[in-house]
């Protein structure tokens, strides 16, 4: 097959706050170092830069700072400046306010932003610098030199387009383009896809701890201006959380009575009718919650998987052509859920380490190697290292994890067995035998079901519709299930398919087989990109990969 080729110095894959990061510090070694002008192109997935971005979101603006110094002056989008934190714990009708603010909680000289707006504005300030963004093209394979666990990466294969729901050839197709590269950075974000095919292919997370996630789902709100002042932020615990269970919730405040609002449910769960999509609900019911939300109205909605391991699950981030940066690699804060500036950081570090490489010829692992020493010696590892075992300790429940990550601030992360040993998160979900010892519960009801009044709470598909979310519906399912079968019967049985409930967005539904059976139906073009499926999944036979042509979320203001 005929297909294109484009040949850059660094290919950029993702442009979120990783990959915009990298590409403006690559921008400005150039201008300090001179010499020959480097090919620098930036891949995203969206429509257009910002689009597929979603967080809390709070920044700390540590790693903009030394990007971007003038920020304000180049109009920094930050809503507001952190004013106010308040940390709650929350039990089904009360709340309990912390005497203190526990030090990760504690923003004060943060800003509350959008990270789509955000990132957008970075994309300007990139694209000024003259460096390209292709927007709307996802990377779908890696391009290898040779094979075997030392092969060199030289570039990025993107998706074939024009490809029918059957997968037929239609009038339009055009085959993908190969990217080569000297160094391709990939920045492609939570369980990206590039990065888990690359793990997977050289065995970059040997001898490294199992990755666990979790699920953030948030709303936009717009409630009456003088409600919350801007700039407070506000963390919860407990309620609807059982203790054994990671997770809680936020609730920032911008001008205008913007508030953004949130639950980040981990993707470690036991109970295998757990349904992150219910859990926000209830959040949302709290009457301390309800009383901000009163008369408000809903505005956007989205989800998004983040890292929550930490530092003991970073898998080794270099080889031969090729660097890894931002969530891609896990570099989340989980306990001050933060990731932002990480990944800013990590990026910048990625583009110094891959502007010294090429100007000196050598892109070989050894020389690439040189990122992993630059993120040990500064404020990448001096701030998640002590951390290290905070995620893990949750694994033994609520108040263990509130004890020792408590302990960990004293003794700088100290624990009897480092690593502390943990399981990968989809591992922990138990059977409905093992779990409901006492009646298997009905797959197809909530478990814990809420009243659904679409002005507090919402169905899914109400939600999918405040998302934006559209693909081409003639294309190929992207969420690629490798044995159906397993769906109907053995998962059916086992597990009740979990899949419909984990998933926020009702991409997975259970039909009618018409032989008194149930089957799987992917309605894939609700899909908001979060991830969780390719994660959750017990059987791990899902693969997300990205849809064609720049479909997805459409957000605005997450
Ligand atoms: C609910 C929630 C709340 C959070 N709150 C906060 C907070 O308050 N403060 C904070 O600091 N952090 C927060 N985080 C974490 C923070 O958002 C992330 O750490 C950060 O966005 C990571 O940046 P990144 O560039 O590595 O990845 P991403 O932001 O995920 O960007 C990756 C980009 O790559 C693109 N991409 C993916 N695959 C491909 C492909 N194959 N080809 C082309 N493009 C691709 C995506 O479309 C995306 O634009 C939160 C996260 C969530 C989910
Ligand atoms: S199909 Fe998967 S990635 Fe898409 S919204 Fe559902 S869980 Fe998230």
Known sequence: MDRESLEVDV????????????????AQLQKEKGGEPLAIAVLEKAREAGAHMLSGAVLDPSALRDLVPDFKEKGAPLATEVHRDAVYFLTRGRKFKFPITPPPFANHGNYVISLNRFVKWLGGLVEAEGIDIFTGFSATDILFEQQGKDAAVIGIRTGDRGIGRHGEKKSTFEPGVDIRAKVTILCDGVRGNVTKSLV????????????TYAIGIKELWEV????????????????????????GGFIYAMPEGLLSIGFVSG???RDPMFDPHVVFQHFKRHPFVASLLEGGQMVRYGAKALPEGGWHTIPRLYSTGVLIAGDAGAFVNSIRLKGIHL?????????????????????????LKAYEDRINA????????????????????????????????????????????????????????EYYSEGRPDPDA?????????????DRLTNVHYSGTRHAEDQPSHLVVHDTDICRTRCREEYGNPCTRFCPANVYEMVDAGDGTRKLQINASNCVHCKTCDIMDPYQIIDW?????????????M
Request: hydrophobic share 40%; glycine share 16%.
């Open 545 to 557: 990969m990205p849809p064609e042509g720049g479909g997805g979320p459409q957000y605005e203001g």
């Open 200 to 211: 997977r292919q050289l065995g970059l997370d040997d001898g490294r701890l199992p990755q």
């Open 378 to 433: 500064g404020p990448v590892r001096r701030e998640l290292y002590p951390v290290r075992n905070v995620h893990q300790s949750f694994g033994h429940g609520m108040l263990a994890g509130v004890g020792y990550s408590g302990l960990s601030l004293v003794t700088g992360g100290w624990w009897l067995r480092d690593p502390m040993p943990a399981h990968g998160g989809w591992e922990r979900m138990e059977t409905f035998a």
């Open 224 to 247: 009456p201006k003088d409600r919350v002042a801007p700039g407070s932020v506000t963390h919860t615990l407990g309620y609807p959380l059982k203790m054994e269970e990671f997770g």
């Open 343 to 367: 990944a800013m950081r990590t990026g910048m570090l990625a583009a110094e380490t891959a502007f010294d490489a090429i100007r000196a010829g050598d892109v070989s692992a050894a020389a």
């Open 446 to 458: 909530p478990a814990n079901p809420v009243k659904i009044d679409r002005q507090l709470t919402f």
């Open 11 to 26: 290919l950029i894959v993702g442009g979120g706050p990783a990959g915009m990061a990298a590409a403006l510090r690559l």
């Open 267 to 269: 993707l470690d769960y």
